[in-house]
Nanobody, 124 residues
Framework: QLQASGGGLVQAGGSLRLSCAVS????????RAWFRQVPGKDREFVAA????????SLADSVKGRFTLSRDNAKNTVYLQMNSLKPEDTAVYYC???????????????????WGQGTLVTVSS
């Protein structure tokens, strides 16, 4: 139901834009989030956006570099990643759920739907 795309190889300092599109009932994924995972490590929260698009949350590690937006007409959420660093290298997963309490947006368990992941590689 969630389709993540836009990953690739980029040099440090470069930019990428990830997209998370939904098929089916978009109401099931009003709140969307991005998580990322490096092999051997736990999945970590990156960013989340609520239905209106006016409320977003970003992990401290990406604040000032990543921004999140959504186009509800296209049922798509975008993660714009600028000033990429090698430590941003990971598989990025899109997640969604109909309702998520703001205090729980960082939790994987808050999201009922997950995309397949897209690999972002940042070379130094």
């Amino acid at each position: 139901q969630l389709q993540a795309s836009g990953g690739g190889l980029v040099q440090a300092g470069g930019s990428l834009r990830l997209s998370c599109a939904v098929s089916g009932r978009s109401s099931r994924t009003y709140t969307r989030a991005w998580f990322r995972q490096v092999p051997g490590k736990d999945r970590e929260f990156v960013a989340a956006i609520f239905r209106s698009g006016s409320t977003t949350s970003l992990a401290d590690s990406v604040k000032g570099r990543f921004t999140l937006s959504r186009d509800n007409a296209k049922n798509t959420v975008y993660l714009q990643m600028n000033s990429l660093k090698p430590e941003d290298t990971a598989v990025y997963y899109c997640a969604g759920s109909e309702r998520v309490i703001y205090s729980s947006i960082y939790r994987e368990s808050s999201y009922a739907y997950w995309g397949q992941g897209t690999l972002v590689t940042v070379s130094s």
